[in-house]
């Protein structure tokens, strides 16, 4: 009966609001209303994901005047029928593409919750969320503009319990609730349940807070710049270990921020602005084609290298690569052989001291083999410096000393996948 309801529902809006969905989707292949019941049918098979996906996107409290039934046939229509284009969509398509990064990341996040590659997959695992679904939210605090002292105090007058330091992985994966913790390992992040949403939240829009996963820190904490410091961000963008650099850095020295998408420079631009980031300097430029004896890099000392990679690690590239876990094999390797190139690239700078090579990929062929053939291609001048040593997913053991590097996963880290390695000079420069 659900089901004729909620058609009798959307259709009595066709009639009694011409031209609110008259012109949806596809507009010319609605000739009929049977057309349209068969969609609102489907949309109502995907009733319990719809609403998942809306409800974490935030859709409704951002569009107050859009009913549920009508936003879950829309959101049906974009994410899993047949889309918007050309002229279709009437004048539901600019909210919807004002909306519809955050809908197919949060559907891409629901697929890596529940271990599942295909869209019709989630009618039959609603009920069995996979390892990913218990990964907490974490919340970097901007030490740029807050602390966390005061971040946390905000939190408790808004009404969350804050329960201290957690003590083990244990205390994040039973966070329920309005409860948060200060994570165990990383001074400046907060930890919330699976699933908060904090987008909207004041803090996060005045660029006190980032979102960031807790792996995701772990290479600017770990090449550990001190204020002062010149640092190079090879692949900058979207920017938020840029940012986290700049904390790190208490915007003292400087930071040479780079990257090819100009676009991603412009939304990055944006966000280190909202972070009060002062310290670092944008260029739309191809790192590997930057010269090491440029001066002007004759002071850098640290470079974070964060390449392009298969992204197997990310629920958010699952949605537009549904294959992105398991990239092919021609694939990986052109990753590889870009990564290798901008890591030896990066090794040749003349004051480089220290260097944190990072992906959010799963594949060895991104991870420790790039390392390893950096290694062997600057044999006695760079080592694996041993970081971590509780962190509980270490490196695949395929060369002597990888275990120094560092990976993580949902299912072992509660975090997202990712692998760091960090590499030291052997003996200061000549």
Not at 23 to 35: E, R, T
Request: one cysteine or more.
């Amino acid at each position: 009966m659900a089901l004729y309801a909620t058609a009798a529902s959307v259709l009595a809006g066709v009639e009694s609001r011409r031209g609110s969905i008259k012109g949806l989707v596809y507009a010319s292949s609605f000739q009929n209303v049977k057309q349209l019941y068969a969609l609102v049918c489907e949309t109502q098979r995907y009733s319990s994901v719809l609403d998942a996906v809306i409800t974490s996107a935030g859709l409704l409290r951002a569009e107050k005047k859009l009913r549920p039934h009508l936003a879950k046939v829309l959101v049906y229509e974009l994410l899993l029928g047949k889309g918007f284009k050309g002229g279709s969509g009437g004048r539901w398509k600019p909210l919807l593409d004002r909306h519809q990064a955050r809908l197919k990341a949060e559907l891409a996040r629901l697929k890596v919750h529940r271990g599942v590659s295909k869209n019709e997959d989630l009618l039959q695992v609603e009920s069995k969320p996979g390892p990913a679904s218990q990964v907490p939210r974490f919340v970097r605090v901007n030490t740029l503009k807050t602390c966390c002292d005061d971040a946390v105090d905000y939190f408790k007058r808004q009404g969350f319990s804050y329960q201290g330091r957690a003590s083990s992985l244990e205390d994040l994966r039973a966070l329920k609730g309005k409860c948060f913790l200060l994570d165990p390992l990383l001074p400046e992040l907060l930890v919330f349940p699976a699933q908060t949403d904090l987008h909207d939240h004041p803090l996060y829009r005045a660029g006190h807070l980032i979102l960031q996963d807790k792996a995701s820190c772990l290479p600017a904490v770990l090449l550990a710049p001190p204020p002062g410091s010149h640092v190079i961000d090879a692949c900058a963008a979207p920017g938020n270990k840029t940012s986290h650099l700049a904390a790190l850095l208490k915007n003292q020295g400087k930071i040479f921020a780079f990257d090819l998408d100009a676009g991603r420079l412009a939304s990055m631009a944006t966000l280190l602005a909202r972070a009060g980031v002062s310290c670092c300097e944008l260029a739309e430029e191809d790192f590997l084609a930057i010269s090491p004896s440029d001066q002007r890099y004759r002071q850098v000392q640290y470079i974070l290298l964060d390449p392009s990679c298969s992204g197997s690690g990310m629920a958010t590239r699952r949605l537009e690569e549904p294959r992105a876990g398991t990239p092919s094999k021609a694939r990986l390797q052109a990753l590889a052989g870009f990564q290798r190139r901008a890591l030896c690239h990066a090794l040749t700078f003349p004051s480089l001291q220290r260097l944190v090579y990072s992906t959010c990929s799963l594949c060895q062929e991104e991870n420790e083999d790039v390392v390893r053939d950096a290694l062997q291609q600057n044999s006695g001048t760079f080592r694996l410096v041993p970081v971590l040593p509780s962190w509980p997913h270490r490196g695949l053991g395929t060369f002597p000393g990888a275990e120094r590097c560092l990976r993580a996963s949902p299912e072992t880290t509660l975090t997202g996948g990712f692998f760091v390695a960090v590499l030291e000079r052997v003996e200061a420069p000549r």
